[in-house]
């Protein structure tokens, strides 16, 4: 299994897949997707009914996502598209048809929502995989006001961290240097854009790694664990500080599970989730839907967001 770091951005003031769902009304009459994916289509931005719109990253121009082709004489296009809008209007009582043309009437909106755009950024984003998500992620944020949006969540990716052994020499240094540069240039991109007490980015994993070291001798790397930690960035962040309770760095200690150091996570996703979910918007009465283990745990809202 390929371990990878998520770095998602809540725009405005997220591990339920109903979160997208209950907070869509948020942008009002905006037809542009909520949610966008710069590293495919996958669970966490997926809702019962909401989907998320997968795009490329900075190599992709926004101009040329989901355009819609067609061949021959203007006249012969004109009848072809009013042949297919047609064809999109037929059997809608069908719930699969219906949302097949749903899928299709949204794509076409996008599409021609982003084919006249051509955002610039003047921050420098490094030349990597990570840079150039944020990079096409910080083009969107420009749009805003264009594609008529208030809320949005946008997720990228990063993988190659599952090192069991020569952990260093197999690339943690460098992984985690695309890391912090390509999170540092997307800040300083929300600062040109006057939108950084507006962006919190966070990072997210399914797994963190174990005290000691898995394998033998000196070279070896580190193995799956529990608890970890995690980055949150942006301008209302109260930042500068840990949030949740540091572990007890002991073998069989009180935090550990066994005698690895497989840490006891000391606070949970929903707690997490629940803090920056309630700064994005999303009600406190729908709290307990997106979030139905929080009541398990105290405090539900951990703190590290301002307002």
């Given amino acids: 299994m390929q371990s990878s ?3 998602a951005a809540c725009v405005a003031r997220p591990r339920s897949r109903w979160r997208s769902d209950r907070a869509a009304g948020l942008n009002g009459a905006a037809t542009f997707p909520q949610i966008v994916s710069i590293a495919g289509v996958n669970i966490f931005v997926t809702g019962a009914n909401t989907r998320p719109l997968a795009i490329g990253d900075s190599n992709t121009p926004l101009s040329s996502v989901l355009p819609l082709t067609m061949t021959g004489s203007a006249s012969e296009i004109s009848s072809r598209r009013a042949a297919f809008d047609q064809i999109r209007a037929l059997d809608l009582g069908a719930q699969l048809v219906k949302a ?8 076409i909106q996008t599409g021609m929502a982003l084919a006249s755009v051509s955002p610039t950024i003047a921050t420098t984003f490094p030349n990597t995989s990570l840079g150039r998500q944020l990079l096409q992620i910080a083009r969107l944020i420009s749009l805003r006001d264009t594609l008529s949006v208030k809320r949005q969540i946008f997720f990228a990716s990063l993988g190659g961290f599952d090192t069991h052994s020569n952990q260093r020499g197999n690339g943690q240094d460098s992984l985690l240097l695309q890391v912090s540069q390509a999170m540092k240039s997307f ?10 007490n507006n962006v919190t980015s966070f990072t997210l994993s399914d797994f963190g790694r174990t005290f000691q070291p898995a394998g033998s001798g000196a070279g ?3 193995d799956h664990g529990w608890g970890s930690h995690h980055l949150i960035m942006g301008g209302a962040v109260r930042g500068g500080d840990f949030y949740g309770r540091y572990p007890t760095l002991a073998l069989g200690g009180p935090d550990d599970t066994d005698t690895r150091g497989r840490w006891i996570p000391s ?8 803090t920056l979910s309630t700064w994005y918007g999303l009600s406190s009465s729908d709290l307990p839907a997106v979030f139905p283990l929080l009541n398990r ?8 967001m301002l307002g």
């Fill in 5 to 7: 770091i998520t770095t």
């Fill in 100 to 107: 097949s043309a749903d899928i299709r009437s949204s794509s």
């Fill in 187 to 196: 800040f300083d991109a929300t600062v040109e854009l006057g939108v950084s």
């Fill in 220 to 222: 070896v790397g580190s």
């Fill in 267 to 274: 606070t949970a996703v929903e707690q997490y989730a629940a």
């Fill in 297 to 304: 745990f105290s405090p539900g809202n951990m703190g590290f």
